[in-house]
């Protein structure tokens, strides 16, 4: 049993970069990645979390770096890309949860908030793809795993450039299975419900909103960052090598009715 789950789930020999990786969904993937046998890079801006994390990989015997940096800029992104292959090689795994979450009335939204939210959540994304992906294709090996948010859907809880920049990462994803699958790459994104992490912190201060939102779901809970170990690891995978360019929600049903 223990061989064959290892065919269908192992990442031993791989190496993953997380950005994000030092908080929230982004720290639960990191660590589960890590634990399934994959060298772990985690791209985040502040360096005591990013120490944290990686001592905690290291705790579970984990091979593990981090990177500080800001993907706010092109030339930031390209730096950070340059920087995380340096530990153990290029990534055979990217998974894009560093997000910004700038949401103010939509008639409030000014070029500087589009630029931000569109600068962290989609070009990071996109350039870390162009830089990793065709290495990647030619090796014949590759995930690429964005995580997205309900706004990419649906708009609700004001959306504005938040719920726009998420719905360009699930379209990237389309398009980056569209010309690197047939080397053996896929990308995906994953979709999660309301979770109560830091990028949240406006809604988790709600609580009559937090308990609405867990009504909406067919668990009657939000989620938990330790909801995504599973289905990042079967993205990150073997197993996954048929699924790409598609929207893999772990919200609980939210999105089901």
């Known amino acids: 049993m223990s061989s064959y789950l290892s065919e269908l789930f192992s990442l031993e ?3 993953a970069v997380v950005t994000g990786g030092s908080s929230g969904i982004g720290r639960a993937i990191a660590e589960a990645l890590g634990r399934a046998g994959a060298s772990v890079v985690v791209i985040a801006r502040r360096e005591p979390e990013l120490a944290e994390t990686v001592a905690a990989l290291e705790s579970y015997g984990c091979r593990a770096a981090s990177v500080s940096a800001d993907l706010a800029s092109r030339p930031g992104v390209r730096e950070a890309a340059e ?4 530990p153990f090689g290029e990534p055979d795994i990217v998974v894009n949860c560093a997000g ?4 103010p009335p939509m008639e409030e939204i ?3 908030v589009w630029d931000t939210t569109m600068a962290v959540n989609l070009d990071a994304p996109f350039l870390l793809g162009q830089r990793f992906g065709p290495g990647m294709a030619e090796r014949g090996y590759g995930r690429l795993i964005h995580v997205a948010s309900q706004q990419a859907f649906r708009a609700f809880v004001t959306s504005g450039a938040y719920g726009v920049s998420k719905a360009g990462l699930v379209a990237l994803a389309r398009s980056q299975a569209e010309a690197w699958s047939p080397r053996g790459v896929t990308a995906n994104a994953l979709v999660p419900g309301f979770v109560m992490t830091p990028l949240n912190a406006r809604l988790s201060s709600d ?3 937090v308990s609405a939102l867990a009504a909406r779901t ?5 989620g938990r960052t330790e909801d995504f170990a599973g289905a990042a690891v079967y993205l990150a995978g073997p197993s996954s090598a ?9 919200d609980g049903g939210f999105s089901a009715h």
């Open 242 to 250: 048929y699924v790409t360019g598609q929207a893999v929600f772990v």
């Open 218 to 222: 067919m668990t009657g809970r939000n």
């Open 207 to 209: 609580p009559d909103r």
């Open 100 to 103: 910004i979450n700038l949401r």
């Open 83 to 86: 920087r995380a292959a340096r």
């Open 110 to 112: 000014g070029e500087a």
């Open 13 to 15: 020999g791989r190496v």
